[in-house]
């Protein structure tokens, strides 16, 4: 089916679980339709990866994702020319295939790329829609299927690991938050299978948590964080060892602070 008219309102549900907060999937869909980058802003563990995935199933894209970092370069995401029992050969990066097969390609926390390989993303980040392989000599187009999306956490943002202007204004550009309890409820129960009791107390101990990251924490307590709780629990493991392991331990090493979450999660359960 042509994808310019192709109708998403009858796919299946059956896909990587997730629940709008918004109106994100009908304008991801929009700005697939119309060969526009997703820029996708939001703190760790909210769902930015879940919804990608989501969307790509929905879509009925292939995905490529790149989990970006300090020593990521261009030839990461390009290719590169490799030595192997025939001699050199070209091997495509992920951005290629990507381009190659009308793919979706997710460059995750993409600012913590180098500045100098987030520059490859240019050209098909506007009208050209085009991939420049100087190694090869190739300038590949992007057929409309293809789609860039990028996301990374704002909070981490510094001088050195800022999304420079001139790039953040070349992608449409939406922010994800954690859901709202009702929601949060929703999103465990159906991840985890527990019970409504438990998990709404599992929610209400995450946002006990989540008051104390202007405080004394870095980050707050996710969302992945709460259904990996929620895991355990209904595997059978001890209720506050459970929120202890997954809740607390992860979000600071200082035995005091870890001292004084403790002290929240058996405040909230009592």
């Not at 879940?50 to 970006?68: D, E, I, N, S, W």
């Not at 180098?114 to 098909?124: F, I, S």
């Not at 187009?141 to 510094?158: E, I, K, T, W």
Request: proline share 6%; net charge negative.
């Amino acid at each position: 089916m042509d994808m310019q008219t192709k109708d998403t309102s009858t796919i299946s549900d059956d896909l990587p679980f997730y629940r709008p907060q918004g109106n994100e999937r009908a304008l991801f869909e929009h700005a697939w339709r119309n060969q526009l980058p997703v820029l996708i802003k939001g703190p760790t563990g909210c769902g930015k990866t879940r919804f990608v995935q989501h969307m790509a199933a929905r879509l009925g894209r292939p995905l490529y994702t790149v989990a970006c970092h300090d020593d990521l370069t261009a030839a990461d995401l390009v290719g590169r020319h490799l030595i192997g029992e025939q001699g050199t050969y070209w091997c495509d990066g992920p951005l290629t295939r990507a381009v190659r097969e009308g793919a979706i390609c997710y460059l995750d926390e993409v600012v913590e790329a180098r500045k100098d390989t987030t520059v490859v993303l240019h050209p098909l980040t506007d009208d050209r829609r085009i991939l420049p392989l100087e190694r090869t000599g190739e300038i590949l187009r992007a057929p409309p299927d293809f789609m860039l999306v990028v996301s990374y956490n704002p909070g981490y943002q510094n001088l050195l690991k800022g999304m420079k202007p001139s790039t953040r204004q070349r992608f449409l550009a939406m922010s994800f938050d954690f859901p709202s309890p009702e929601l949060e409820l929703e999103v465990l129960i159906g991840e985890t299978g527990i019970d409504h009791a438990r998990g709404e107390r599992l929610v209400q101990l995450v946002n006990a948590l989540r008051a104390l990251k202007d405080h004394d924490l870095e980050e707050a307590a996710s969302t992945r964080l709460l259904v990996y709780a929620a895991t355990l629990i209904e595997d059978g493991f001890d209720l506050r060892e459970a929120c202890r392991a997954a809740l607390v331990e992860p979000l600071s090493d200082d035995v005091d602070t870890l001292s004084a979450l403790m002290e929240v999660v058996d405040a909230t359960l009592g």
